[in-house]
């Protein structure tokens, strides 16, 4: 551990931590201590979860920061459970209470229901929420006991299961697009039923690929800073891994060294347009590059070589 008295020494390194975010943090303090764990210089997170949500949280360090956003775009996979009967302020167990009502739902009725949420669907985002209004995010807008109309966004529900219903919490598994609330899901979920409901918990099981059996929790992050920090950064994915997406093309060394220079590739094959991996002949990964409609490769977003 870093001696206390002693400045702290950053360092450039490199990866994905795939962290399995503890409860009562938010997203920010996880990513926090995650940095101090690496000395990392740099660090940002791809999708925030609330303190009452646990489960896997992409943390970038170093380069990896660069491509963060394609992760914040991907699918993402939940378990959750919506308290049936109660209705709070912010749709989840941090608000206060709003009303109660009795709960004479069945299994069938649940099961009759879940379907109507499947594919593209109209969500409003929530007041308590990091979208902003006039400059200003929804939920200090929420504190202060102010309500602003909020649009609706189009969003995707890929699948959507029960896991349990014991006639007072449902459990549900779902699987979603960029941009979905679990706790707006729930509270619709509650109002189609006519009992009213909110999020009493969620777990966040996948982001893309990576899945909650990879991530790593603070306590293992921490026992093996504790033991050797080649045995933390060992653990690191690499940069690349938030682009597997993407196909991946291998440039010889001059078209590398163009790619890094900032001028095109003329590609001799005939090549779909879109976004792909460059990795040079010697194995290194370079970045994102990008095919235009006339067959031409330029950067998109590069990683510092020269470090």
């Known amino acids: 551990m870093q001696a206390t008295g002693k400045p702290r020494i950053y360092r450039d390194i490199d990866g994905i931590v795939l962290l399995d975010k503890p409860l009562g943090l938010s997203s920010n303090q996880a990513l926090q201590q995650v940095r101090r764990l690496?000395?990392?210089?740099k660090a940002g997170h791809c999708g925030s979860l609330?303190?009452?949500?646990t489960g896997v949280l992409p943390i970038c360090l170093g380069e990896a920061t660069k491509f963060s956003s394609y992760l914040l775009t991907a699918n993402k996979r939940y378990r959750a459970s919506c308290r049936l009967g109660i209705t709070t302020t912010s749709g989840d167990a941090e608000g206060e209470i709003i009303e109660s009502a009795a709960v004479q739902i069945d299994v069938a009725q649940v099961e009759q229901l879940l379907p109507q949420f499947v594919g593209e669907i109209e969500q409003v985002p929530p007041m308590y929420?990091?979208?902003?209004?006039?400059?200003?995010?929804?939920?200090?807008?929420?504190?202060?006991?102010?309500?602003?109309?909020?649009?609706?966004?189009?969003?995707?529900?890929?699948?959507?299961?029960?896991?349990?219903?014991?006639?007072?919490?449902?459990?549900?598994?779902?699987?979603?697009?960029?941009?979905?609330?679990?706790?707006?899901?729930?509270?619709?979920?509650?109002?189609?039923?006519?009992?009213?409901?909110?999020?009493?918990?969620?777990?966040?099981?996948?982001?893309?690929?990576?899945?909650?059996?990879?991530?790593?929790?603070?306590?293992q992050l921490e026992h093996l800073q504790a033991q050797a920090m080649r045995q933390l950064d060992a653990i690191l994915l690499p940069v690349g891994a938030a682009l597997e997406q993407?196909?991946?093309?291998i440039l010889n060394v001059a078209d590398s060294l163009d790619i890094r220079q900032g001028r095109r590739v003329g590609l001799t094959a005939t090549a779909e347009p879109g976004l792909r991996r460059l990795r040079s002949s010697a194995g290194v990964f370079l970045g994102l590059g990008e095919i235009s409609a006339s067959g031409e490769l330029s950067a998109k977003r590069l990683m510092n070589t020269a470090r």
């Open 38 to 41: 690496f000395n990392a210089r």
């Open 50 to 53: 609330d303190p009452l949500a």
């Open 129 to 219: 929420s990091a979208l902003k209004h006039q400059g200003k995010r929804l939920y200090q807008l929420a504190r202060e006991g102010k309500q602003v109309e909020r649009a609706p966004r189009r969003i995707t529900i890929h699948q959507l299961t029960m896991l349990g219903f014991d006639g007072q919490t449902l459990e549900i598994d779902v699987s979603c697009s960029k941009g979905t609330y679990i706790r707006t899901l729930a509270e619709d979920i509650g109002r189609q039923l006519g009992c009213g409901a909110h999020l009493s918990a969620l777990h966040r099981s996948s982001v893309d690929k990576f899945d909650e059996a990879n991530a790593f929790s603070m306590e």
């Open 246 to 249: 993407f196909p991946e093309i």
